[in-house]
């Protein structure tokens, strides 16, 4: 297993609810990047949640403003994401992803070098 373990992907009808955790192992930095990117079928790979390990600033997709939460549970070394009013089009393979911080935290996939194998979520209509 690897330093990221994603869990709580499925299948929900549109407007249902899904939380995903990510446990991650210990990292070796105090303060560092942490969240959530999806990728579509056949689409790429696009930042969702991202938070500041060690701040307070979090930065959230557009498509999933008011809907979606990202929280962590420091005890539990896990990252959560609450995800409420799913869409059809919030359908993709999830990723929980962790790098280093350079001053801020953006969707940038490059610099995150760790990464999850990933938990599918599929909304229906």
């Known amino acids: 297993q690897g330093p990221l373990a994603e869990s709580g992907g499925g299948s929900v009808q549109a407007g249902g609810s899904l939380r995903l955790s990510c446990v991650a192992s210990?990292?070796?930095?105090?303060?560092?990047?942490m969240g959530w990117f999806r990728q579509p079928p056949g689409k790429e790979r696009e930042g969702v949640a991202v938070?500041?390990?060690?701040?307070?600033?979090?930065l959230y997709a557009d498509s999933v403003k008011g809907r979606f939460t990202i929280s962590q549970d420091n005890a539990k070394n896990t990252l959560y994401l609450q995800m409420d009013s799913l869409k059809p089009d919030d359908t993709a393979m999830y990723y929980c992803?962790?790098?280093?911080?350079?001053?801020?935290?953006?969707?940038?996939?490059?610099?995150?070098?760790?990464w999850g194998q990933g938990t599918q979520v599929t909304v229906s209509s």
């Open positions: 938070a500041y390990i060690g701040g307070t600033s979090i």
């Open positions: 210990p990292y070796r930095e105090d303060r560092y990047c």
């Open positions: 992803a962790r790098g280093r911080w350079y001053g801020s935290c953006l969707f940038r996939p490059h610099e995150y070098d760790s």
